[in-house]
C-alpha cells in the first residue's frame, strides 16, 4: 500500500496537517484524565473553595472537548479530502495505464477483473487509508503518552498491563494469520460474480433464445454464494476478535481497581515504598488504562482491515507496473515525414505467436499491399486472418519479421502516429453511446457535415439515418443496441471513412450486409478511397471476387496468392471455399453481377 501514497501528490500538506491534528486530538483527550485526577483530589480534600476550583477544572474541561471535537472535525475533513483525491488519482492512472494495454495485457488480465480494480480494489484502498490515517497516529501517540503517564502516576498499577497487554498482541496477531488469506479470496470471488455477471448483460439475446435463464440464475447463485460464504468466514473471525479483546479490556479495568483498591485498604502492600494508593490516582490510572486498551483495540482494527487493504492494492499495482508488450521504444518522432509512399504495407517473412500460446499463429507471411488496390484476404476459420491485420496497427507486435507502413517498420513509428494513418473497422461493429454524429467524429473531430454525410453515403447509412427525426442527431444507446447488424456495421465503415486515413482495414466488416448493398458499398468504396489502399478480411467470396490481390491462408500460412479467376486454377483451397458457398453457375453470375455493379449499373 505504500507505493500508493506516492498519489497523494499535491494533497501531502492536508495529510501532514491532519497527522498533526490527529495527535494533538490524542494528547488532549489524555489531559480530560488528567484533569478528571485533579478534580477527584479536589473532592477528597474537602477545602472550602472545592466547588470553585471544580467549577474552573470543569470548564477547562469542556474547553478541551470542545478542541478535541474541533480537531475530530477538521481532520476528518482534511483526510476524507485527501484520500478522496488518491482514489481518484489512483483510477486516471489505472485508465490511462489500461489504455495503452496491447490486446495481449487485455487478454492476460480479463476486462472483469479490470473492472473490479478499477472500482471494488480502489475503494478498498481508500477506505483502508482513511482509517489507517487516523489510527496508525492516534494509536501510538495514545499508547506512548497513556503508558508514560501511568508510569508517573502509579508504576505499581501499570504492572497489570503487563499482563494484559501480550495477550491482545498475541490475539492480533493470529487473527491476522487466519484473515489475510480469506481476503484475497474475497477479492477474487468478486471478480467471478462480475465475471457471470457481465456474460449475462451482454449476453441477454442468447440466454432468452436458449431458455437458459434457470442456468444463468444457478450460475451467478454459485458465484454469488461463493462471495457469501468466505464473507461470512472473515466476518466470523472478525465477530470473536471483538469480544476477546473486549474482555480482556475489562479484565484488566477490574485489576486495576482490585489491586489499587487493595492497596488503598492497605491489605496490599508490594511496591519498594510502600506507599498506599489513594482513590484519584486508582480513577487516573484506570482511565488511562481504558486509554491504552482502546488504542489497542483501534490498532487491532486496523491491522485486519489492512490485509485486505494490502490484496487490493497488490492488484492495483499489478496493472500499474505491467511491463506493456507493445511500446514506442525504437520510435522516432520524425518517421512519419520520412515515409516514402501512401497506404504501403508490407509483410516480410512475419511469424507471430500469441504471448500465451507455444505454438505460432502465423508462419512466415510475406504480401505487399499497393496504393489504390485492394487487399483481401480469406481463409476458414481460426486460419490467422484477424491476427494478420491486429499485427499492422500493432495491437500485437510480430515475434519473427517485420512489418513495413510506406518503406519504415511499423515499431519506428509512434503508436499514435501509425494509427493516425489507418481506418480500422473491427469484426464485431461497436457503436458509442451519444448520438450518430458523435461516432462519425469518433473517426475524425474536425470532419465537417458536409464530409460526414458524404461518409455515410459511400457506406450506404444515409438511408435509414434520414429515417430519423433528428437525423445525425439520433441517439445511439451503449454498443449501437437500438441499430441492427447491418446498420451498425454500415456506420462504422462511415466512422473509419470519415477519418480518410492512408489505409483502410475492414475485418470481415461486410458479413451483415445484403448482396446488393455489398456491392453498391465496394463500388462507392472504389471511387471513394482513391490512392488509399485497403485490406478485406472476408468470409464470403463474393465480397472479395473483384479483389487486386486475394491472400489465402490455411493453418497460419499463406497457400495462394493473386486474383479471383488465377486462385480458382492454382490454388485447390481457395477453389474448396467458392465451391463450398457457390455452383458454378453462381460463380459466373456472381462475376457479371458484380462487374456490372460496379461499372455502374445496378
Known sequence: MLKLFKYFKNTWWEVLIALAMVAGQAYCQLLLTDKMGEITQIVQSGAPDAVNRIWFEGGIMIAISIGVLSLAVCSGLLIGHATSRQAKNIRSSIYEKVSEFSLAEYDNFGTSTLLT?????????????????RTLVMSPVTLIVAVIMTLTTDAFLAVVLAISIPL????????????????????????????????????????????QQDYEKERFA?????VKSIT???ERIMTVAQPIITVIFNMTYIGIFFVGFARLDGVLVLDPQGVLADLSTIMVVAQYTMQIMMSFMMFAMILIMIPRGQVSARRINAILETENTVTDELADPEAINKKKGFGEVEFKDVSFTFPDATDPTLHHISFKTKPGEMTAIIG???????????????????TEGEITFDGINVKNYLQKDLRNMIGFVPQQALLFSGTIKDNMLFGNQNASDEEIKEALDVAQATHFVSKKEEGMSAKVSQGGKNFSGGQKQRLAIARALVKKPELYIFDDSFSALDFKTDIKLRKALKNYVGDASMIVVAQRVSSILDADNIIVLHDGEIVGQGKHNELLKTCPAYLDIVLSQLD??????????GQAVLEGGE
Open 117 to 133: 480494480r478499477l472500482t471494488s480494489d480502489v475503494q478498498t484502498v481508500k477506505d483502508t487509508t482513511t482509517m489507517a490515517l
Open 168 to 211: 491482545i498482541i498475541l490475539t492480533v496477531i493470529l487473527l491476522c494469520i487466519i484473515a489475510i488469506p480469506k481476503f484475497k479470496k474475497i477479492q477474487e470471488s468478486i471478480d467471478k460474480v462480475t465475471i457471470v455477471m457481465r456474460e449475462q448483460l451482454t449476453g441477454v439475446r442468447v440466454v432468452r433464445a436458449f431458455n
Open 222 to 226: 454459485k458465484a454469488n454464494n461463493q
Open 232 to 234: 461470512i468466514k472473515v
Open 380 to 398: 476458414s476459420t481460426g486460419s490467422g486472418k484477424s491476427s494478420i491485420i491486429n499485427l499492422i496497427p500493432r495491437f500485437y507486435d510480430v
Open 584 to 593: 458454378p453457375d453462381e460463380i459466373e453470375k456472381t462475376m457479371k453481377m
